[in-house]
């Protein structure tokens, strides 16, 4: 977008923290806002960077892609002890508290699953949860690649899918076009 979009006004926030917002109000134990090294974090409300739950990781290698912000993510979950973590985009504007709880306690019903996906007409979109045993195939993940190479892979059977109806709830924004719109969907 040739400037930060997470730091675009979106009412009276920044939309790095809608998405963010909600997950401090689910049934999730901890967050990890991982960032770029030089992110000023101006688009993070103060509440949110000093709240409970959030911790705000600099991943200096970040320039390598989507998989090394992946990776630090996973690093520090590991490290916590975490048995699973559930991946949510800065720039989706739109996850709810349920759509998050709902994966918790899928996973809660299904203790077996490597992972379980929102899913958008057939198609995987984050939020996605992994469990531990996904791991070592994330901290794999190299590029500009995100954690869906690891389902198209030998664990595409081994999870459960969430179905999601409403495609504005898996929105993403990439671009200008997409901020407009985001701006017309709340008018």
């Known amino acids: 977008m040739g400037r930060n979009k997470l ?41 949110l960077m000093t709240h409970e739950k959030c911790k705000v ?27 699973a973590i ?9 996850i709810t508290i349920q759509m998050i709880d709902e994966m918790v306690a899928c996973l809660k019903q299904h203790p ?22 996904l791991f070592p195939a994330l901290m794999a993940i190299r590029g500009d690649q995100g954690a869906r190479k690891v389902l198209r892979e030998e664990f595409l059977g081994h999870g459960k899918q969430l179905p999601c109806e409403d495609a504005r709830l898996v929105f993403d924004v ?5 901020y407009s719109a985001l701006l017309s969907q709340l008018e």
């Open 7 to 47: 730091s675009l006004a979106v009412g009276k926030m920044a939309l790095g923290s809608l998405a963010l917002d909600n997950a401090v109000q689910s049934s999730l134990d901890s967050i990890c806002v991982i960032v770029n090294e030089n992110d000023d974090l101006s688009w993070l409300s103060e509440r």
């Open 57 to 83: 990781i600099k991943c200096p290698n970040a320039n390598e892609g989507q998989s090394a912000s992946l990776r630090c993510g996973i690093e520090y979950a590991m490290e916590a002890g975490a048995s």
């Open 86 to 94: 559930i991946i949510l985009l800065a720039d989706q504007p739109f």
């Open 112 to 133: 077996n699953s490597n992972y379980i996906a929102t899913t958008h007409e057939g198609t995987m979109k984050p939020p996605i949860l992994f469990t531990e045993k």
């Open 174 to 178: 990439d671009d200008a076009d997409d």
